[in-house]
């Protein structure tokens, strides 16, 4: 049997973070399901706004719509990034900041139980680790 390395736990990291972000744009563009849904957080865009200005409680409609956008797409460049292998450790810095960001808007505006009833904390305290990991297994960066 072989060990455990390092590079297995970043591999790790990698596709659970990767999934994390993915699943989240899933379920803001209906993809889990209808809102209302059971286990659907959004279930549209349009909710996903809603959240998004309610975490941004200085936001206008349509600055949350911009903020939400710059999201959603830094969860998916990030995302696939990290799935691949690519730049990864620039890649899980970004998500550790990402989800830093996201954890400090939740616990301003909501409270600062949520971010740790969501593990949005332990989310961009395991994308900083994997950020001090040179190699991760099953990885691009390792080909180039």
Request: hydrophobic residues 60%; charged residues 10%; proline residues 2%.
């Given at each position: 049997?072989?060990?455990?390395s390092?590079?297995?736990?970043?591999?790790?990291?990698?596709?659970?973070?990767?999934?994390?972000m993915?699943s989240?744009?899933?379920?803001?563009?209906?993809?889990w399901?209808?809102?209302?849904?059971n286990?659907?957080?959004w279930?549209?865009?349009?909710?996903?706004?809603?959240?998004?200005?309610?975490?941004?409680?200085?936001?206008?409609?349509?600055?949350?719509?911009?903020?939400?956008?710059?999201?959603?797409?830094?969860?998916?460049?990030?995302?696939?990034?990290?799935?691949?292998?690519?730049?990864?450790?620039?890649?899980?810095?970004?998500?550790?900041?990402?989800?830093?960001?996201?954890?400090?808007a939740?616990?301003?505006?909501?409270?600062?139980?949520a971010?740790?009833?969501?593990?949005?904390?332990?989310?961009?305290?395991?994308?900083l680790?994997?950020?001090?990991?040179?190699?991760?297994t099953?990885?691009?960066?390792n080909?180039?």
């Open positions: 049997m072989r060990n455990v390092t590079a297995d736990a970043g591999l790790v990291l990698r596709i659970v973070l990767g999934i994390t993915l989240a744009v899933a379920d803001r563009f209906g993809l399901g209808a809102p209302g849904s286990a659907v957080a279930g549209n865009w349009e909710n996903f706004v809603i959240y998004t200005q309610s975490l941004n409680t200085w936001a206008s409609k349509s600055t949350a719509e911009i903020l939400g956008a710059a999201a959603t797409f830094f969860e998916i460049l990030l995302a696939v990034l990290l799935l691949s292998g690519f730049k990864t450790r620039i890649a899980a810095f970004g998500t550790a900041v990402l989800m830093l960001l996201f954890a400090l939740m616990a301003g505006s909501v409270s600062i139980k971010p740790f009833d969501y593990s949005v904390f332990t989310s961009a305290a395991a994308a680790l994997l950020s001090t990991i040179a190699k991760t099953f990885a691009v960066d080909r180039i």
